[in-house]
C-alpha cells in the first residue's frame, strides 16, 4: 500500500513557477513509476509526465515538454514536478500517481496509487 500526499499548489501568474511535491509513504517507493496528470474544470483527466524508478528516465506531455521537468528523491520518497512558464491553460487540479506495472508512457489507468490533488491556478 502507497499513501500519496501532493502539496506546493496555488495561484501564480503567468510566466511563473511553482513546484509541487508528491511525498509517498511505504518502503517501496523506489519500485513504482511515478507520474503526474492533471484534469482541468470540464475536461478529462490528462497525462503530463512520468519518471522511472530510478528517476534516470523521463517522458512528458508535448502541452508541457520544456518547461516541466519531473524528478525524485528515492531517498526522500518524493517527487516532484517543477512548472515554468505557467500558460493560464495550465490550470487544473494536479495528480501524482505511483505504478508498479507502469511505464513512462502509460496511460493513468496502468497506475496503482492516486494522490488527492493539488489545484494549480495561472492567471492571466
Known amino acids: 500500500q502507497v499513501q500519496l500526499v501532493e502539496s506546493g499548489g496555488g495561484l501564480v501568474q503567468a510566466g511563473g513557477s511553482l513546484r509541487l511535491s508528491c511525498a509517498a509513504s511505504?518502503?517501496?517507493?523506489?519500485?513504482?513509476?511515478m507520474g503526474w496528470f492533471r484534469q482541468a474544470p470540464g475536461k478529462e483527466r490528462e497525462f503530463v509526465g512520468a519518471?522511472?524508478?530510478?528517476?534516470?528516465?523521463?517522458y512528458y506531455a508535448d502541452s508541457v515538454k520544456g518547461r516541466f521537468t519531473i524528478s525524485r528523491d528515492n531517498a526522500k520518497n518524493t517527487a516532484y514536478l517543477q512548472m515554468n512558464s505557467l500558460k493560464p491553460e495550465d490550470t487544473a487540479v494536479y495528480y501524482c500517481?505511483?505504478?508498479?506495472?507502469?511505464?513512462?508512457?502509460?496511460?493513468?489507468?496502468?497506475?496503482?496509487?492516486w494522490g488527492q490533488g493539488t489545484q494549480v491556478t495561472v492567471s492571466s
Open positions: 500517481a505511483a505504478g508498479r506495472s507502469a511505464g513512462i508512457e502509460s496511460p493513468g489507468y496502468r497506475y496503482d496509487y
Open positions: 519518471t522511472s524508478w530510478s528517476g534516470s528516465s523521463t
Open positions: 511505504g518502503r517501496t517507493f523506489s519500485h513504482y513509476t
